[in-house]
């Protein structure tokens, strides 16, 4: 069963502040990796995609990923309320015919002003 | 907004029952995936469709069915609904012309089992 985890929040930081969102995953045959923001009754929205070891930034976003560790992360900086979201940590194989991405459960971000 | 429409928004259902749900994809793709999510948890995914055959498959019972027709729009049935069907239903289109595939989401439709 490939599982990916994040930590289970919520988290909640004041506004300008660095927001950390963490998450590992057991497949090491992984290959691409997502991060989705979602609005309280919405769908997901890509946000960034990473798929090489080291720092990917967008922004106010960074990406960071160690398949050595099994592990990615997002930091958002100069956090903002409108940034009080659910974030989808999502893994896909690559390659091949499966293209199937599994998800965490998510971490729920408030950001207060 | 992705390009990604899916109908209907809402569905309330009573249990045994049958529905359908539809999506069409964003212009230029070929591969819409189904997943299915549950109130607190992430997307789980249902199956994919290629050209219109199914390109894998989650841990779901055959009951989940669909099919994806020559534009690439999807339909995702569900026979016999069970109380735990409940959940935000989320379809995803994407390209697969290259090996980094990103999946776009649609808007959802919440179904609702009573």
């Known amino acids: 069963q490939k599982e990916v985890e994040q930590n289970s929040g919520p988290l909640s930081v004041p506004e300008g502040a660095i927001a950390s969102l963490n998450c590992t995953y057991s497949d090491r045959g992984s290959q691409s990796f997502f991060w989705y923001r979602q609005y309280s009754g919405k769908s997901p929205e890509l946000i960034m995609s990473?798929?090489?070891?080291g720092d990917k930034e967008d922004g106010r976003f960074t990406a960071q990923l160690n398949k050595a560790s099994q592990y990615v992360s997002l930091l958002i900086r100069d956090s903002q309320p409108s940034d009080s979201a659910t974030y989808l940590c999502a893994v896909n194989e690559g390659g091949g015919s499966n293209y199937k991405l599994t998800f965490g459960k998510g971490t729920l971000l408030t950001v207060n002003p | 907004e992705t390009g990604v429409t899916q109908s209907p928004t809402h569905l309330i259902k009573t249990r045994g029952q049958q529905v359908t749900l539809r999506c069409s994809s964003q212009?230029?793709?070929?591969?819409v995936s189904w997943y299915q999510q549950a109130l607190g948890q992430g997307p789980q995914f249902i199956f994919q469709?290629?050209?219109?055959?199914?390109?894998g498959r989650g841990n779901f019972p055959p009951r989940f069915s669909g099919l994806q027709f020559p534009n690439y729009s999807s339909e995702l049935n569900v026979n016999a609904l069970e109380l735990d069907d409940s959940a935000l239903y989320l379809c995803?289109?994407?390209?697969?012309?290259?090996?980094?595939?990103?999946?776009?989401f649609g808007p959802g439709t919440r179904l609702t089992v009573l």
């Open positions: 990473i798929y090489s070891n």
């Open positions: 212009s230029g793709h070929n591969t």
């Open positions: 995803a289109s994407s390209t697969r012309t290259t090996r980094w595939d990103t999946q776009y």
């Open positions: 469709y290629y050209r219109e055959e199914e390109n």
